[in-house]
């Protein structure tokens, strides 16, 4: 195998070794987004309001949240390894950047899958909707590549911060303008043209576009500008993310 | 004949912010050699031991590490040197032989689980291989630490206070190790602020606020200090302050001619501790000295 090949599932391995041994971690990763998904379901019910469908909102809502704890979690691991210098360690020792992000990318993969599929599962289940096996699976696909590129927009942020207390002040900075410009609780065309120009900046617009399109009956190619720009928003960040990941101060 | 530099920094200069963390830095270190880099904790060191593995960027000065630029060159400089940390930079949840083998991964070695076991077996850690760095205790991670730097057989080893922390007993294994590897023909640079520990090295630097106030051996940093020979007449007793003591002490001595009054001679030393403290302008209080 190419050494470069080698050093990424290398990463990779060691990722999943360590989240092997923190049950903990995966434990609090799957059930936190279940868990808000319920809280969710429990407001829906509780508006109780006929002209409000809730079809068109739970995606969305379900992405925003695996892309939410995607972030915060990658983000926050990338900071430990700063701070414990293992990050510089692993630099000396001869990985290189990409190696780094594509290895992490990989693992943590393997955990946006779980996630992704979980929520999925429970907003069906629970707001008992009935999606044919394609749009399901459209569904889905959306929701797994918008948690991917949180974790390369995670990897990327983490270079801004030197310890995890310098993180905090991104997340809100980075997550929260996905919530509010996104198109997920109102209509983008409303929002003053600047905010609107702001939207295309983060990856839930696109995300909420094509689920948008899907929870309305269409096919994953209606919005097929949106549907490319989520691997292509995620592409840049990634080239963004291995130009910039520091091993030095 | 000069042995060829393993290291050598002219002129370097390292700031964070207005903070002047490296001040004008001279220093060369040959190959082979045990090179101890003394002083306080924010004297410099580390940041030194940073701008050498390519960690940091120089602000100004040139800097050779084994030929190669540390920044320009890292690729193939990293795959001939290791780096210890002052952390441990270990992943505690995998076991000592899972962190030598990553680390290990990163400079493609041929054999690897043979060489994961030999440096285990080197640093008397085979027994607990296989048990989580977590459960090891600060002593063993260090090793592990030291280890993971040794895996790949570097021809510079950069250890950052590798014995900060340690107990006496584990610090002299650790320098048995370093003399190991100096007479494999490893270059060693090591920072401590232990002044105990820097007669083990063949030369040193004092570093203080990010100045290096003198490159010596240890011997003839020893020789600067002063010495006061103490000699008694029976209750009698008369003090000789020397500056060069090695020189001087037969010249007082002859003076003697060793009269059969002369019931005790003892010549006190300033320690390394009290003439690295003289160098740095402190005033000592509680130096102690050597009889």
Redesign the interface.
């Known amino acids: 195998m190419e050494?470069f090949f080698?050093?990424v599932f290398?990463v990779a391995k060691?990722v999943l070794?360590?989240l092997q041994?923190?049950k903990r971690f995966i434990g609090l990763s799957l059930m936190v987004p279940v868990a808000i998904i319920y809280v969710l379901y429990v407001f829906f019910d509780s508006l109780n309001n006929p002209l409000l469908n809730a079809n068109a909102y739970v995606f969305p809502f379900g992405a925003y949240i695996v892309h939410f704890l995607t972030f915060v979690l990658t983000a926050i691991v990338l900071v430990r390894e700063r701070v414990?210098?293992?990050l510089?360690?692993?630099?000396?020792?001869?990985?290189?950047q990409l190696e780094i992000i594509l290895g992490y990318l990989i693992a943590y993969s393997t955990l946006a899958t779980g996630q992704s599929l979980l929520v999925l599962v429970e907003i069906t289940w629970l707001f008992k909707l009935d999606y044919s096996f394609a749009t399901l699976a459209s569904i889905y696909l959306v929701m797994w590549l918008l948690a991917v590129i949180s974790m390369a927009l995670a990897i990327f942020v983490s270079n801004f911060a030197n310890n995890e207390g310098q993180v905090f002040p991104f997340i809100p900075l980075v997550t929260l303008p996905g919530m509010f410009l996104s198109g997920m609780v109102i209509s983008i065309e409303v929002l003053p043209e600047w905010a609107q120009v702001l939207s295309r900046f983060t990856p839930v617009y696109y995300a909420t576009e094509v689920l948008h399109a899907l929870t309305s009956g269409g096919n994953l190619w209606d919005e097929s500008a949106a549907l490319l720009s989520l691997p292509a928003y995620g592409f840049v960040v990634l080239v963004l993310a291995s130009f910039t990941l520091r091993?030095?101060? | 004949m000069t042995k060829d530099l393993a290291i050598l920094a002219q002129g370097i200069d390292k700031r964070?912010g207005h903070i002047q963390a490296l001040k004008a830095v001279n220093i060369s270190v040959e190959e082979g050699q045990i090179f101890g880099l003394i002083g306080a904790n924010g004297a410099g060191k580390s940041t030194f031991i940073?701008l050498l593995?390519?960690?940091?960027?120089a602000n100004g000065g040139s800097l050779r590490v084994l030929g190669l630029q540390p920044?320009k060159d890292r690729?193939a400089l990293?795959?001939q040197?290791g780096?210890m940390?002052?952390?441990p930079?270990?992943?505690e949840?995998?076991t000592a032989a899972?962190n030598l083998r990553?680390?290990?991964?990163?400079?493609?070695l041929d054999r690897l689980n043979e060489k994961v076991k030999h440096t285990l077996d080197f640093v008397q850690l085979s027994m607990r291989a296989d048990d989580?760095v977590s459960t090891l205790s600060g002593g063993m991670k260090q090793r592990v630490s030291l280890a993971?730097a040794l895996v790949?057989q570097p021809r510079l080893l950069l250890l950052d206070e590798p014995t900060a922390g340690v107990d006496l007993k584990l610090r002299s294994t650790f320098w048995a190790h370093f003399k190991d590897l100096a007479a494999g023909g490893t270059t060693i640079l090591v920072s401590t602020h232990q002044m105990d520990e820097a007669i083990h090295c063949h030369r040193l630097a004092i570093i203080s606020e990010g100045s290096i106030l003198t490159t010596d051996t240890p011997q003839r940093l020893l020789q600067r200090g002063r010495a006061t020979l103490h000699v008694w007449r029976g209750e009698q007793q008369e003090k000789h302050a020397m500056q060069d003591y090695p020189i001087d002490l037969p010249k007082t001595l002859r003076k003697y001619g060793l009269e059969a009054q002369v019931t005790r001679l003892e010549l006190v030393t300033n320690s390394l501790e009290a003439i690295v403290l003289d160098l740095m302008g402190s005033s000592p209080t509680d130096l102690g000295g050597n009889t």
């Open positions: 050494p080698r050093r290398s060691r070794r360590q041994h923190d414990t210098e293992t510089t360690r692993m630099m000396v020792n001869g990985y290189q091993d030095n101060d | 964070y940073k593995v390519g960690a940091a960027r920044r690729r990293r795959e040197i780096y940390p002052q952390s930079a270990l992943y949840d995998l899972e990553f680390f290990g991964q990163g400079h493609r989580p993971c790949h």
